[in-house]
């Protein structure tokens, strides 16, 4: 068994002998931040795996040569969190989140120790902006794949821009204490961030967001790669279009953004004038707009009411219900504002779709149903947001993608939601798969929703 302290000391030889690169150097006068660990010990994230570049076989052998013949030199960098399996059990794991050719090479070769280092991030979001960034400040990196780095961070700081917006209107609804409180709070959680954390959020501040709380990311990659928005566009379209081998072509430097880019538009337009059968009209993509006027059809208010109605009539057998007199109205982006005593004492919240559904001519009040919108699976972890909406309808659904349907009524069982969940597939079928239960919306609540939802007809 090697002796940790023995190897230490020999580490340290090495550097003052000036065995060491410059970077390298650089690195071993924060010699006492660095720790030893087996490569062994540490964990390899399949995502974030995929961040970083692929070595050709080249590359990786003659990196291999280094490492056996001058070992480890630059520390492994690596975030502790937890982690949990399939089965929900959890273990605290090293991710590593630089490194991981070195990582991989040490187990292949059996050294039994190297150099790591430690860094802190608050979510596995930050893991990736700080990989991508990490990318970007490698040397002779050119135009074409700084774009494409630059990309790929904004996905991830679309999220971030999202989960600040979340935040700026909770500390609003929660009344924000004083500005000088809130200075005061700041400087507090500065002094607890370590360098690293306090560059990231450096970095995160300097997003641009719109009202809404998304991001340009045509702007954001083109700011973050010193390049043209023009250029970002053009290396977007080669991307999604030209192919793998072309992409390929292009980061090397052996085709240029705009020849590759010309020669995809010269192709669209040669496919396009070559077609003299009139192709099939496709189904328009799922976006909201289109989302809303599928949910405004009489056959999913329908089986939607049916439920309600079986909810209020429960003395009626669920076969029997006709609804022969059922009559809707839809609001989209449906407002509710948070009312008292007439004046609105908190930030309104947005619900993408509200039914008014009269389930037949004896009814006083109307059925109220809640949608709203989860596109991906990041967004599903913040569903418990939505129980404060769901209380102003009778019924309320979350809508998604067909492919989210088993996480999102995951998500709805372990939150304890009375909530229920609809798909929506490619062929624009819509679909219950999680039955809502009917709410008793308290008098205040249900007479607010009736006189917003009357106000929009004037």
């Known amino acids: 068994m090697l002796n940790l302290d023995k190897f230490k000391k020999k580490e340290e030889e090495k550097h003052k002998q000036g065995m060491t690169s410059l970077r390298e150097k650089e690195s071993s006068e924060k010699l006492t931040q660095v720790d030893y660990k087996s490569p062994g010990s540490f964990h390899i994230e399949p995502e974030y795996r995929e961040l970083i570049r692929k070595q050709t076989a080249d590359e990786a052998q003659n990196f291999e040569k280094s490492i056996k013949e001058e070992g480890v030199r630059e520390p492994i960098l690596y975030w502790t969190h937890t982690l949990r399996d399939d089965s929900g059990k959890a273990r605290v794991v090293h991710t590593v989140v630089d490194g991981h050719h070195r990582c991989e090479a040490a187990i292949k070769l059996g050294l039994e120790y190297v150099p790591s280092k430690e860094l802190k991030f608050n979510s596995h979001n930050d893991v990736r902006i700080w990989m991508l960034r990490n990318q970007l400040g490698r040397r002779n990196?050119?135009?074409?794949?700084?774009?494409?780095?630059?990309?790929?961070?904004?996905?991830?700081?679309?999220?971030?821009?999202?989960?600040?917006?979340?935040?700026?209107?909770?500390?609003f609804n929660k009344g924000?204490?004083?500005?000088?409180?809130?200075?005061?709070?700041?400087?507090?959680?500065?002094?607890?961030?370590?360098?690293?954390?306090?560059?990231?959020?450096?970095?995160?501040?300097?997003?641009?967001?719109?009202?809404?709380?998304?991001?340009?990311?045509?702007?954001?990659?083109?700011?973050?790669?010193?390049?043209?928005?023009k250029n970002?566009?053009?290396?977007?379209?080669?991307?999604?279009?030209?192919?793998?081998?072309?992409?390929?072509?292009?980061?090397?430097?052996?085709?240029?953004i705009h020849k590759a880019w010309t020669d995809?538009?010269?192709?669209?337009k040669d496919?396009?004038?070559?077609?003299?059968?009139?192709?099939?009209?496709?189904?328009?993509?799922?976006?909201?707009?289109?989302?809303?006027?599928?949910?405004?059809?009489?056959?999913?208010?329908?089986?939607?009411?049916?439920?309600?109605?079986?909810?209020?009539?429960?003395d009626e057998a669920f076969d029997a219900i006709q609804l022969n007199e059922l009559s809707f109205k839809q609001h989209n982006d449906f407002n509710i504002r948070f009312v008292e005593d007439g004046k609105e004492v908190r930030q309104s919240k947005n619900i993408e779709a509200v039914q008014f559904v009269k389930l037949n001519s004896q009814d006083i009040f109307p059925l109220i149903i809640g949608y709203q919108y989860i596109s991906t699976a990041d967004?599903?972890?913040?569903?418990?947001?939505?129980?404060?909406?769901?209380?102003?309808?009778?019924?309320?659904?979350v809508v998604v993608n067909v492919d989210l349907a088993k996480e999102a009524i995951a998500q709805v069982k372990s939150e304890n939601m009375v909530v229920g969940v609809i798909t929506i597939d490619k062929e624009h079928k819509v679909?219950?798969?999680?039955?809502?239960?009917?709410?008793?919306?308290?008098?205040?609540?249900?007479?607010?929703?009736?006189?917003?939802?009357?106000?929009?007809?004037?």
Not at 143 to 157: G, P, S, V
Not at 233 to 255: F, H, Q
Not at 273 to 294: D, E, M, N
């Open 264 to 268: 995809i538009r010269a192709s669209e």
């Open 379 to 397: 967004d599903l972890k913040y569903i418990s947001s939505l129980n404060e909406l769901a209380t102003f309808c009778h019924k309320f659904y």
């Open 141 to 171: 990196i050119g135009d074409a794949e700084k774009i494409t780095i630059a990309l790929q961070l904004t996905e991830f700081l679309g999220v971030e821009a999202k989960e600040r917006k979340k935040r700026q209107v909770e500390s």
């Open 271 to 314: 496919e396009k004038g070559k077609s003299k059968v009139k192709a099939k009209p496709s189904k328009a993509a799922l976006t909201p707009k289109v989302i809303q006027s599928l949910l405004h059809t009489s056959g999913v208010v329908k089986a939607i009411g049916k439920v309600g109605y079986a909810f209020r009539y429960q």
């Open 176 to 229: 924000q204490k004083t500005q000088t409180e809130a200075k005061a709070k700041v400087k507090e959680e500065v002094k607890e961030k370590s360098e690293d954390e306090l560059e990231l959020q450096a970095f995160k501040d300097t997003l641009n967001m719109d009202p809404s709380g998304r991001i340009n990311r045509a702007e954001e990659a083109a700011k973050i790669a010193g390049v043209s928005t």
């Open 232 to 256: 970002v566009t053009k290396m977007k379209k080669i991307i999604e279009k030209g192919g793998e081998n072309i992409v390929r072509s292009v980061i090397d430097g052996d085709l240029s």
């Open 431 to 458: 679909e219950v798969v999680h039955e809502s239960h009917y709410i008793m919306i308290e008098e205040h609540k249900e007479l607010q929703m009736m006189r917003e939802g009357i106000y929009r007809q004037l």
